[in-house]
């Protein structure tokens, strides 16, 4: 099983900040790793495929890179309504597994 | 648009059994490879099986194998989770995800909350 290990766990940003959060794989996955943000009490939503491609209707301030065994996700100008948990994804190979995820709050 | 509509969690016991529903709607159903993803309480996000646009292949989580089953009718746009022998580690949301062959997760439900508690 391929684990996939954010960083950090938890993250206090001012708006307009520039967040960063890493993804580091057990093995290499290529560029078959996904993001994805839930806000408290809905479902996730895709950000981020194959690791740099932009998803349509996501914010331009989202942005993904990497490849192999290590992935960043980076929001550009953190807005409050970015206050979220963060989960990567990967479908290099099964089981399908993400990452313990990254809680972003707005000071 | 594409929606995705779980039902048929609740309340039971440690050893009982609950099927989970999923209406699709919104696209071709029969398309697609579909997956069901848990989270406890205050948890993140874990896989728990796929199935293919056909039925022709599942797979599942190690912590599910042998007690959940995975199916779908595209007849009636609805993909189904059997569980049995359930445990109170089940305890979570069940969401039902789109997903393309070795892809991401790009629609999602709401979920529907399933408690494995005496």
């Known amino acids: 099983e391929i684990v996939l290990t954010q960083s950090p766990d938890f993250q206090s940003v001012t708006p307009k900040e520039k967040v960063t959060i890493t993804c580091r794989a057990s093995?290499?996955?290529?560029?078959?790793l996904h993001w994805y943000q839930q806000k408290p009490d809905q479902s996730p939503k895709l950000l981020i495929k194959?690791?740099?491609q932009s998803i349509s209707g996501v914010p331009s301030r989202f942005s993904g890179s990497g490849s192999g065994t290590d992935f960043t996700l980076t929001i550009n100008s953190l807005e409050a309504e970015d206050a979220a948990a963060y989960y990567c994804?990967?479908?290099?190979?099964?089981?399908?597994?993400f990452g313990q995820g990254t809680k972003v709050e707005i000071k | 648009q594409v929606q995705l509509v779980e039902s048929g969690g609740g309340l039971v016991k440690p050893g009982g059994s609950l099927r989970l529903s999923c209406a699709a709607s919104g696209f071709t159903f029969s398309d697609y490879y579909m997956s069901w993803i848990r989270q406890a309480p205050g948890k993140g996000l874990e896989w728990v099986s796929y199935i293919s646009s056909s039925s022709s292949y599942t797979n599942y989580a190690d912590s599910v194998k042998g007690r959940f089953t995975i199916s779908r009718d595209n007849a009636k746009n609805s993909l189904y989770l059997q569980m049995n022998s359930l445990r109170a580690e089940d305890t979570a949301v069940y969401y039902c995800?789109?997903?393309?062959?070795?892809?991401?997760?790009?629609?999602w439900g709401q979920g529907t909350l399933v408690t494995v508690s005496s």
């Open positions: 995800a789109r997903e393309g062959v070795w892809a991401p997760f790009d629609y």
């Open positions: 093995q290499s996955i290529g560029s078959s």
């Open positions: 194959y690791a740099s």
């Open positions: 994804h990967q479908s290099s190979s099964l089981p399908w597994t």
